[in-house]
Each structure stands twice: as C-alpha cells, then as structure tokens.
C-alpha cells in the first residue's frame, strides 16, 4: 500500500541525516497522500542506519495504523494537525536542529534579517508560547499541534513554512515530504545566520522592500529566478 509514497517518505527522512539536522533518531517526516487521506510516517524512536520504506507507517486522520510494524512517530498527532487544518500541505517535517533549538527555547521567533531568509520565509519564522500545564499532561502530541494552528492562524503557510515550538523544535513543511525537508534545512541554517548576525549586532534588521524583492524573485506570478520556463 502507497509504496511509492514509503520509499519518497523513507527517503527524505535519510536526507534529514545527510543534510546534519538530526542525530541519533531526532526527527521525523511524512507525508499524506490525498486521495485516500493516508499518511506515512517514520516509526517512532528507530534508528536511520539501514532503515528502509518498509519500515515507514501509514495511518489514517486519526491517527489509527493501517499498515506497518512499527509504532508510528510520537509526534504524528502533530503532523496530523497540519495536514487536516491546510489541505495545501503535503509533506511534514518536524528535527532537534541546533540553531533552531536555541531560538525556540529562548521563545524567540527567527528574525529575517536578509535575503537568504527572505528568499523562503516571507518573514519572521514565529514562536509560539508555550504550552500549558494541561496541554502538556493532556493530548500533549495533539496541542502541539493546536498551538501551531493558533499561532499561524489566518497567515500564508506556504509562505512562511515552518514554524518553532517554544521549548521544543522547529516543525516544517510544504507540498511533499521533500520540499518540507528542504524548508527544515533552510531553516536550520537562517537561523544560524541570525543567531550569529544578532550576536555582532542586536538591532540588525532588514527593510520590507527588500525582503519583498527577495521572496518575489523566486515565488508567485511574477518569479524571475531560475531558468524560465
């Protein structure tokens, strides 16, 4: 069932540890196949060395297990969150990447202070705040999720896709499981850049024109960048 979808979720889950975001078994990725409301997952806490599609998960919206041998992720009922709130989200990635990791324990959004940021983030990369007491000891998975939804409700999720958690971790996304890795790489290394940036000079800051410049290059109706087509 949804092999092609296994192997591409399989894969990607592989590039998190190529690209060094993760370590150990520090992240996770799916991806949901829309016609039959499916989604493959990682299992949860087994080790990338040697994994294969066979090994990815497939359940269903709420979140019960239709085909695998494994436990699907601890955070799935986070990613199913995202794929039942935005039908434009394809694929879900969720790391313990280091840069990222010191802004969301700082509970500070990433600031876009330049044109490698605002090439994928039209904007700040938000923080949420942080979970209650409830939240926490109840449906901890499925309100980490909510306070994603509440944070970026009534925003552009495709222009802005990824988001940190406070305390916890950045979670990304985008129209399959490939492109959400690719935004959770992206993200790792812009906030690297501001961490950095905002340690030389606490008031950097970018102006509105060129971070509009930037994301219309390679985004929209307009988009310049690359090969044209």
């Not at 894969?11 to 996770?28: M, P, S």
């Not at 949420?128 to 925003?155: F, P």
């Not at 812009?190 to 985004?219: F, G, Q």
């Amino acid at each position: 069932m949804l092999e092609q979808l296994k192997e591409k979720v399989c894969k990607a889950n592989l590039d998190l540890v190529e690209k060094g975001v993760v370590i150990y078994t520090w992240g996770n990725v799916s991806a949901i196949d829309r016609e039959s409301n499916l989604v493959v997952i990682k299992p949860s806490g087994v080790n990338y060395d040697n994994m294969t599609p066979e090994d990815m998960v497939i359940v269903d919206l709420d979140g019960n297990v239709v085909e695998g041998r494994w436990s699907p992720s601890s955070d799935t009922a986070t990613h199913l969150v995202l794929y039942k709130t935005y039908p434009q989200i394809g694929g879900v990635t969720h790391t313990h990447s280091s840069n990222a990791i010191v802004f969301a324990q700082a509970g500070l959004s990433i600031p876009a202070l330049g044109t490698t940021h605002a090439d994928y983030f039209y904007g700040d990369i938000p923080c949420t705040r942080e979970l209650t007491r409830n939240e926490v000891e109840k449906d901890y998975e499925l309100n980490t999720g909510n306070v994603i939804i509440e944070t970026i409700a009534g925003s552009n999720v495709m222009a802005i896709p990824g988001i940190l958690v406070k305390n916890h971790g950045p979670f990304c996304w985008g129209k399959d499981a490939a492109q959400s890795v690719y935004n959770a790489v992206v993200l790792e290394k812009v906030a690297e850049m501001a961490y950095k940036t905002l340690t030389l000079n606490p008031n950097s800051s970018m102006s509105n024109y060129i971070l509009d410049k930037h994301y219309s290059r390679k985004h929209g109706p307009n988009a310049y960048y690359g090969q044209q087509k």
